[in-house]
């Protein structure tokens, strides 16, 4: 028979933000809150409204042709984070993080089309960013 535990909160007990989880193979742990993402949006940088849905996300602006920059509702600690970002069709369009915008409480993508390598709205991406939350 199966175990439940239902919970609202879960806090640590000798540091209340960190909470350790045992790895797959049993033999190690992971800390829960580095392994969450902090920040998620899936969008459409071709429609005048882009973003599809999103968490931990106050803003999104296209600031023209492939240059998008999320705006976070809780900051992160530094503008260290990693962003993690990819395109729903990759035939047509390369994505990179340009991190000269980037900061504690943003996050900015540039897509390419990777035959030429100018600027390209994008139909269908994706942007994450893990790292720790201020």
């Known amino acids: 028979m199966a175990s439940q535990l239902k919970v ?3 806090t640590g007990v ?15 742990t992971t800390n829960l809150q580095q392994g969450l993402l902090k920040h998620w ?3 459409d940088g071709a429609e005048g409204t882009p973003t599809r849905d999103s968490f931990n996300q106050a803003s999104f602006t296209d600031n023209g042709t492939g240059d998008y920059v999320m705006a976070f509702i809780n900051n992160m600690a530094n503008a260290n984070h990693a962003p993690i970002i990819g395109s729903g069709d990759w035939r047509t369009h390369g994505m990179e993080n340009t991190d000269q915008a980037t900061t504690a409480n943003t996050g900015d993508v540039l897509t390419r089309a990777p035959n030429n390598a100018s600027a390209s709205d994008c139909d269908e991406a994706g942007h994450a960013i893990a790292g720790d939350l201020a």
């Open 8 to 10: 609202d909160t879960i």
């Open 41 to 43: 949006c899936r969008y």
């Open 14 to 28: 000798t540091t209340a933000g960190s909470v350790a989880v045992t790895g797959e193979g049993n033999s190690t």
